[in-house]
């Protein structure tokens, strides 16, 4: 049953498996983005709270654009099991740092998948990532600039530079011309 299953998908098994793992690392970051709006709100950072709420929808939208491709190609794509995520963070700076590493695995590990999809021909899937590369692009380019505002705005502005997260943006991608 399963060879008669794998016929009717044009996915091969390493590339549900590698999917199915980046589902769950999409859902995890929700958690995780939703654990610093948590955290921000806690502590009086309306701004920055907003930011990360916003992020961890986008970032559940994500992995529920993953696990609808697998569905339509026959495959099987699995309900992730989330792991716990840290609810604390010693500052507001240390959450975006804990942010702009959450976007780096992530586009580590789509360039990873883009070389599975590679080696086995897998041209369909290939074309689908192209969206989450341009993605991640603008993902890693704004928690770079929400930490270029640490250095750039005092300390003892913490409201001001909470305020500041909201208005920073990503408005041009090298693609489009």
């Given at each position: ?85 840290s609810q ?42 192209k969206w ?46």
């Amino acid at each position: 049953m399963k060879d008669l299953a794998r016929l009717r998908t044009p996915i091969k098994e390493s590339i549900e498996l590698a999917l199915n793992q980046q589902i769950q690392m999409e859902m995890t970051s929700s958690s995780k983005y939703l654990a610093m709006a948590g955290w921000c709100d806690r502590n009086g950072l309306d701004y920055s709270a907003g930011f990360f709420y916003k992020q961890s929808e986008e970032e559940r939208t994500h992995g529920m654009k993953l696990f609808h491709y697998l569905c339509d190609q026959g495959a099987t794509a699995y309900s992730p099991e989330i792991p716990a995520v840290s609810q604390e963070f010693d500052s507001l700076r240390s959450v975006f740092e804990a942010a702009l590493e959450q976007e780096i695995a992530v586009t580590d590990s789509i360039n990873r998948i883009i070389g599975i999809c590679r080696r086995e021909n897998d041209y369909a899937t290939e074309e689908l990532l192209k969206w989450y590369v341009k993605e991640q692009m603008e993902e890693e380019y704004i928690a770079r600039r929400c930490l270029d505002l640490f250095d750039q705005i005092p300390a003892d502005q913490l409201f001001y530079l909470d305020k500041k997260v909201s208005s920073v943006t990503y408005d041009g991608n090298v693609f489009d011309a």
